[in-house]
T-cell receptor
């Protein structure tokens, strides 16, 4: 079955700097890759997603890139702000299944 | 407007006392999920339904059961809660087509005394 590895587990950046979180998946049939932001005590919230027929997607300060050959995808946050501090999870969904396999999460701290 | 609703938001139970958590959705999605999440760990899938077709994860303890009486509602029953079952329980839904996100409920925080 699918396995998703996520790195780093914690990341501290200065306000205004960029943050990059990387995930690697194992199942080449995975075709949908969402990223979730989760603040303490709250539900995971989708911040951006990418489908396997696209290599890059951007939404203001957030972007996701996908390399299908290498089976990895990355979240890029530019001009980080203190409110970006949270735990971020990547996930992968394999074609033909209804299951989302989550990465282990990255705790991002943006230092003011 | 709330799309995935979970009740209660906070539940306190005693060791061994059965508890039921509920989830309802207004999205008319075919697929519903129950996750257990502890201390900023990744959500751990317990089971999911496609319509009434129940799919249990291999490592979900027998202590956890689920019911889905109709499209809108899904329940999580914990027959004999242990201290290790204290966690946030998240319900989620998704469309069957696959190329779309899950929609999470706000979660139920379970405390076991």
């Amino acid at each position: 079955g699918e396995n998703v590895e996520q790195h780093p587990s914690t990341l501290s950046v200065q306000e205004g700097d960029s943050a990059v979180i990387k995930c690697t998946y194992s199942d080449s049939a995975s075709n949908y890759f969402p990223w979730y932001k989760q603040e303490l005590g709250k539900r995971p919230q989708l911040i951006i997603d990418i489908r396997s027929n696209v290599g890059e997607k951007k939404d203001q300060r957030i972007a996701v890139t996908l390399n299908k050959t290498a089976k990895h995808f990355s979240l890029h946050i530019t001009e980080t702000q203190p409110e970006d501090s949270a735990v971020y999870f990547c996930a992968a969904r394999t074609s033909g299944t209804y299951k989302y396999i989550f990465g282990t999460g990255t705790r991002l701290k943006v230092l003011a | 407007d709330a799309m995935v609703i979970q009740n209660p938001r906070y539940q306190v139970t005693q060791f061994g006392k059965p508890v039921t958590l509920s989830c309802s959705q207004t999205l008319n999605h075919n697929v519903m999920y129950w996750y257990q999440q502890k201390s900023s760990q990744a959500p751990k899938l317990l089971f999911h339904y496609y319509d009434k077709d129940f799919n249990n994860e291999a490592d979900t303890p027998d202590n956890f059961q689920s019911r889905r009486p109709n499209t809108s509602f899904c329940f999580l029953d914990i027959r004999s809660p242990g201290l290790g079952d204290a966690a946030m329980y998240l319900c989620a839904t998704s469309r069957e087509t696959g190329l779309d996100t899950q929609y999470f409920g706000p979660g139920t925080r379970l405390t076991v005394l």
